[in-house]
């Protein structure tokens, strides 16, 4: 089981797993020392591709994932697949607010059903819509690119917006994680953990990064990361 005490904590998005063999894909990101499994929701809708739902994350929790499955929401609308992510096993559940007719009820929602509950900002999506519902936030995550693919350019604007939201975090006195997805890699997470994120999200840097073959596939890029990190533990 991961340990959410840590400082930092890397998500390594699914999105750019091999699918075909999803549940070991799983297994051996976290033994390379992962933290969360990220689960990107997309719906064809809310953004412009398809994904994975509920009846996956159902079927890695069959598997043996005991690791938080934090799932990212991209679908409009919301609420009716928050119920359905609770049963599958989901342990966090964020969401795009301009997505959901009711941010407060939904994050209520995911509350009640024993799941951590986040918002989701994108790129152009002001942070204000958190300051309303502090108290019922257990994480924050700014999209880096815009959603619906990985593989995408970390747009470097987010770094002025992760100091924004820091400072609002820090100025609440609450427990809430600050978490970064889109084009994060090796290149660029001292940056981004010096502007106050927490929680690292990547898909193409890690899942890229190995053949399919090697039993130890993901262990040095993990471990690359983790050097980045290593002088802001402190
Ligand atoms: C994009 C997703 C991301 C995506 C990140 O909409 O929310 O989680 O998988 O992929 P990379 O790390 O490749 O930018
Ligand atoms: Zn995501």
């Not at 204000?128 to 700014?142: E, P, Q």
């Not at 997805?181 to 898909?203: C, K, M, P, Q, W």
């Amino acid at each position: 089981m991961s340990n959410n005490n840590k400082k930092y904590l890397i998500a390594p998005s699914i999105l750019s797993a091999d699918f075909a063999r999803l549940g070991e894909e799983v297994e051996k990101v976290l033994a390379s020392g992962t933290d969360w499994v990220h689960f990107d929701v997309m719906d064809n809708h809310y953004v412009p591709n398809l994904t994975i739902g509920p009846m996956v994350c159902a079927a890695l929790r069959k598997y043996g994932v005991t690791a938080p499955i934090d799932v990212h929401l991209m679908v409009k609308p919301v609420d009716r697949l928050v119920g359905d992510f609770i049963e599958a096993g989901a342990t966090n559940i964020t969401f795009h607010p301009e997505a959901s007719e009711h941010p407060d009820r939904t994050l209520q929602a995911i509350r009640a059903g024993g799941c951590q509950a986040g918002l989701v900002f994108n790129p152009a999506t002001p942070l204000n819509w958190m300051d309303h519902v502090m108290d019922k936030l257990d994480l924050v995550l700014l999209m880096s690119v815009n959603p619906g693919f990985g593989g995408q350019k970390f747009i470097p604007q987010t770094l002025n917006k992760l100091r924004e939201a820091r400072q609002k975090i820090e100025a609440s006195g609450r427990n809430i994680r600050l978490q970064v997805d889109g084009g994060v890699g090796v290149h660029n997470l001292a940056e981004i953990a010096e502007a106050g994120a927490d929680t690292f999200v990547a898909g193409s840097a890690i899942f890229g990064a190995a053949q399919a073959t090697d039993p130890h596939r993901y262990d040095s890029i993990v471990k690359a990361m983790r050097e980045q990190l290593a002088p802001f533990e402190k």
